[in-house]
């Protein structure tokens, strides 16, 4: 008999797993010692905010044009194990909660309550764990001044 086909029991997280194959034991071993590499999951394309929304949500990926005034709201979403932790950069420099910037841990979200003509440029997400990194990236621009 290989030892594939052998098994073995398997207790994990307190929970017990009936008896597995030994291959598909070293593989549930692997993730849980390894871990696995952030993902984000992005979108292309543009969004236009203009006057008359109150809110511009843009999930990462997308490029955003923008009236100056508007709320902006990046969205990060991402995977990996153990959980990644989100960083927010506008052009390069990191972004913390400050002012008219809230950086959401729960929902890596980045918020901008009342965009301006200096938050023009590239903002990227870079999601780290143990397992490693991954950056996807945004650009915004002002097209306008609103009523606000």
Request: include cysteine.
């Given at each position: 008999m290989d030892a594939s086909n052998k098994c073995l029991r398997v207790r994990l997280n307190e929970v017990n797993i009936s008896c597995r194959p030994i291959i598909q034991?070293?593989?549930l071993f692997f993730l849980v010692i390894a871990g696995e590499k952030p993902r984000i999951e992005t979108s292309t394309g543009?969004?236009?905010?203009?006057?008359g929304i109150e809110e511009a949500v843009v999930k990462i990926g997308q490029?955003?044009?923008?009236?100056?005034?508007?709320?902006?709201?990046?969205?990060c979403p991402v995977r990996g194990f153990p959980n990644p932790e989100?960083?927010?950069f506008?052009?390069?420099?990191?972004v913390?909660?400050?002012?008219?910037?809230?950086v959401d841990t729960r929902?890596?979200?980045?918020?901008v309550d009342g965009i301006q003509v200096q938050d023009t440029g590239q903002v990227s997400?870079?999601?780290?764990?143990?397992?490693g990194s991954a950056t996807a990236s945004s650009f915004i621009s002002i097209i306008g001044k609103g009523k606000y």
């Open positions: 034991v070293l593989f543009r969004v236009i905010g203009l006057e490029d955003l044009r923008v009236v100056e005034g508007l709320i902006v709201r990046l969205v989100v960083s927010w506008l052009n390069d420099r990191i913390k909660t400050s002012g008219r910037f809230l929902s890596n979200s980045l918020i997400c870079t999601a780290s764990n143990s397992a």
